[in-house]
């Protein structure tokens, strides 16, 4: 199941980055007494009572404005509206109810999506609270007084936030419908590759990046196999973005990883893996997806015996923690190749939803640690009692052990290796988790 997606939303100034941060659980957006100061949408991965979400934290709306910057950033909340599961609306006790909290309560009346409306800045928590009475005129329900900077009565508010997530039972229609998020860098040619599988410009493609803004999903079926294609608005590099809409793909992105069964990264041949690539993989590396490197453009390298070589040398050195991912050289303008990337994701789909049985494993963990004996610590030994897979999407085993602070990452990496000899899942992340058995 995806992470639901949760947009913080509100006019300038009412604490939302305070409050966004506080349930981040770190400093991440600016916060400054100065409105308008959150520029760009920031998001973060919250958790609440073991249920996981996606923060989204937006500029202030102020739906009359005609700076350019500040309508920017009500375009910016619009399309975090759009895709959020639950909008959390802030407002300020000690302003009261402003013209600008009533056009942004009209404007989320008409999403007809759940609105958590939280009236923040209340510093001193009682029962005869009168000010927060009046936010009922808002027409959004009851209101959640709570304090951001001091952390009071953030409980009840995100008990209300989770309650109104969807359940997993209402998530997936079709099981067998493998879904492809598309990720990469602006213009590497992720739009023009979903063309070429479709035989048809079903996505606008343009040398200007950033064309695509939104995910566009797109269903295919080939050779009785469903699939869906999640185009994503390329991400850029922050020190390149002139226009402040385009951070908005991040998230995007974010949102297409969490809905998705693999992830294909696309990289540009002529301009070689960077820095920005590492980062999108790490997207879907920490997010446990299934992956395929897609390197495109390959028609406009000149090459010899050694460049192909050389590139895949180059970008398993700069995704090393993921080197379970394979590799494949397209060419989408002339479809070199293109075929070949469905057996590779009908491959990695499989591998990241395998099971093992748990009789099956331990014969390669008795053989695992006869090769290779459990460290020792301050005369302490590491020893590991048996092993099973508990999970899928992907791949997560628990090994039983005496004491799980003796399990070196090291030696978790060996057994992960291990494990991969004997079956492969090539293409998928796999999770180990170490337990203490209860000496009973």
């Known amino acids: 199941m995806s992470r639901p997606i949760v947009a913080i939303v509100g006019r300038p100034n009412v604490g939302k980055s305070t409050l966004f941060n506080r349930l981040a659980g770190e400093r991440i957006s600016i916060v400054e007494d100065t409105p308008g100061v959150t520029r760009d949408r920031i998001y973060a991965d919250a958790e609440w ?4 979400f996606t923060l989204i934290d937006t500029g202030g709306l102020e739906p009359d404005t005609e700076d350019i910057i500040l309508r920017q950033i009500l375009r910016q909340a ?5 895709m959020a599961d639950v909008i959390m609306f802030i407002v300020d006790v000690k302003a009261g109810v402003m013209d600008d909290d009533l ?28 000010d927060v009475y009046e936010f009922y005129s808002l027409g959004l329900g009851d209101p959640f007084p709570i304090s951001a900077g001091q952390a009071l009565s953030l409980g009840d508010m995100l008990d209300e936030v989770v309650s109104h997530f969807p359940k997993e039972n209402d998530e997936e229609e079709e099981d067998d419908t493998i879904k492809i998020a598309i990720v990469g860098k602006p213009n590497v040619g992720k739009s023009s590759l979903i063309n070429k599988i479709l035989g048809e410009d079903r996505v606008i493609v343009s040398d200007i990046p950033g064309t695509t803004r939104d995910a566009i999903d797109t269903f295919y079926e080939k050779d009785g196999q469903k699939y869906v294609f999640i185009d994503t608005a390329g991400i850029r590099r922050k020190s390149k973005i002139k226009e402040n809409i385009e951070r908005y793909s991040i998230v995007r ?28 993989a790490g997207i879907a590396h920490e997010r446990g997806k299934a992956a395929v490197i897609v390197v495109n453009k390959w028609d406009l390298i000149e090459k010899d015996d050694k460049t192909m070589k050389k590139f895949t040398k180059d970008i398993e050195m700069e995704l090393k923690y993921m080197p379970y991912a394979p590799m494949l050289f397209i060419s989408a303008l002339t479809g070199q190749r293109v075929v070949k990337l469905f057996e590779m994701i009908n491959v990695v ?42 999970s899928v999407k992907p791949p997560t085993f628990v090994m039983f052990v005496n004491d799980s602070s003796l399990m070196h990452f090291s030696y978790k990496r060996y057994i992960e290796n291990q494990i991969r000899q004997a079956f492969g899942f090539t293409g998928t992340p796999l999770h180990f988790i170490a337990r203490n058995k209860d000496k009973d």
């Open 49 to 52: 009572l073991n249920t996981k």
């Open 78 to 82: 619009e399309l975090a509206i759009e």
């Open 103 to 130: 056009q942004v309560a009209n404007m989320l009346r008409k999403t007809k999506k759940p609105v958590v409306l939280v009236v923040n800045k209340v510093d001193v928590m009682t029962k005869e609270n009168f």
């Open 253 to 280: 992105a974010v949102a297409a990883v969490e809905r998705c069964d693999v992830c294909v990264l696309v990289i540009d041949a002529e301009e070689g893996i960077s820095d920005q690539d590492t980062k999108i």
């Open 349 to 390: 789909s499989q591998n990241s939803t395998r099971r093992i049985a748990t009789g099956v494993l331990n014969d390669v963990l008795v053989e695992a640690l006869a090769m290779t004996p459990p460290p020792t610590d301050k005369g302490r030994q590491l020893k590991v009692y048996y092993m099973t897979q508990v």
